[in-house]
């Protein structure tokens, strides 16, 4: 079965520092993945998705994430965040074979100090 | 991106009571719709798929007559929990597929949630 793993649950970064957080999944074909951010009480709003072709993918508020088949990750970076990134993190997996849903990894609380 | 939107965002109700949720695709068409439930700090727990024109899949332990799904038309999609007690009480998510002829570069995009307490 397919599953995703984050395994850092809280990263605490400085304002203005990079940031780079983990994902990993497990699946024998090629996944389609995601990077979804949510605020506290909120849905979740799409970063950026990978489907085919360039490894490194731009999404909205300055994040990109890198696919690397050959670790099976799919990492979020941002090269300066900003206190209004603080929020939770979901990276997410699936295939397209008839009506299959995204599966979740357990999420990332990203934590901004000044 | 696509926006699906969720109502009520906030709803308090007595046990015993039932609670529709409705959520709609406001600029695209999606025949698949998704109901997830979030418990605080954790991450989303798919609870069923909704197909438009047909019944509902469930995911298992997830009580289909307690949590009702009809997906009427391309754009909305209602989960009413039926008799609903305090365990009840959750963050509700759904989601919305944005189709593509091939079928295969979709997105799920999600609406705002739905806070439910019941007393």
């Known amino acids: 079965a397919q599953s995703v793993t984050q395994p850092d649950i809280h990263i605490t970064v400085s304002e203005g520092a990079s940031l780079e957080l983990r994902c990993n999944y497990s699946?024998?074909?090629?996944?389609?993945l995601f990077w979804y951010v949510q605020s506290p009480g909120q849905g979740l709003q799409l970063l950026l998705k990978?489907?085919?072709?360039?490894?490194l993918v731009q999404g909205i508020k300055g994040f990109e994430a890198e696919f690397k088949r050959s670790q099976s990750s799919f990492n979020l970076r941002k090269p300066s965040v900003h206190w209004s990134d603080a929020a939770e993190y979901f990276c997410?997996?699936?295939?397209?074979?008839?009506?299959?849903?995204?599966?979740f990894g357990k999420g990332t609380r990203l934590s901004v100090i000044a | 991106g696509a926006v699906v939107s969720q109502h009520p965002s906030r709803v308090i109700c007595k046990s015993g009571t039932s609670v529709k949720i409705e959520c709609r695709s406001l600029d695209f068409q999606a025949t698949t719709m998704f109901w997830y439930r979030q418990f605080p700090k954790q991450s989303l727990m798919l609870m069923a798929t909704?197909?438009?024109?047909?019944?509902?899949?469930?995911e298992q332990g997830v009580e289909k007559d307690k949590f009702l799904i009809n997906h009427a038309s391309l754009t909305l999609s209602t989960l009413t929990v039926t008799s609903a007690h305090p365990e009840d009480s959750s963050f509700y998510i759904c989601?919305?597929?944005?189709?593509?002829?091939?079928?295969?570069?979709?997105?799920?995009?999600f609406g705002p949630g739905t806070r439910l307490l019941v007393l």
């Open positions: 909704s197909n438009e024109g047909s019944k509902a899949t469930y």
């Open positions: 997410a997996v699936v295939t397209y074979s008839g009506n299959t849903p995204l599966v």
């Open positions: 699946y024998g074909a090629t996944p389609y």
């Open positions: 989601s919305a597929r944005q189709e593509t002829r091939d079928r295969i570069q979709e997105t799920q995009y």
């Open positions: 990978y489907f085919s072709g360039d490894t």
